[in-house]
């Protein structure tokens, strides 16, 4: 599986505009093949920053960055472009794993 976590520091005039501003870019990539989670979270130190955690298939990831909404949601003319304070922050990684699994040194029953 390929993981991928990016921060996207977002100006503060655009805080709580942007679940908005990336809606349509979160929606059609959850829809694509081998997408196994598109989440984002707002950070609790920052609230101008917003984390994205993403999961795909190891043959989708390059499916995913050569997609219209994807290219649209990277274009200087997208609706996420603009809203940004400076260049996101990214770790991409292909991992041993499937997905989420229970973490084994806290079981709840």
Request: charged share 30%; net charge negative; no cysteine.
């Amino acid at each position: 599986m390929i993981l991928i976590v990016v921060k996207f520091p977002v100006k503060p005039e655009y805080a709580e505009e942007w679940p908005e501003l990336t809606r349509e870019f979160t929606e059609s990539t959850r829809a694509e093949p081998g997408n196994k989670f598109f989440e984002w979270s707002r950070s609790l130190e920052d609230p101008n920053e917003y984390v994205l955690v993403e999961g795909f298939d190891d043959d989708a990831a390059e499916a995913h960055v050569t997609s219209d909404h994807f290219q649209r949601a990277i274009s200087s003319e997208g609706p996420m472009f603009g809203a940004l304070a400076s260049t996101p922050r990214i770790i991409s990684r292909s991992i041993d794993a499937d997905g989420w699994e229970e973490m084994g040194e806290m079981q709840v029953s």
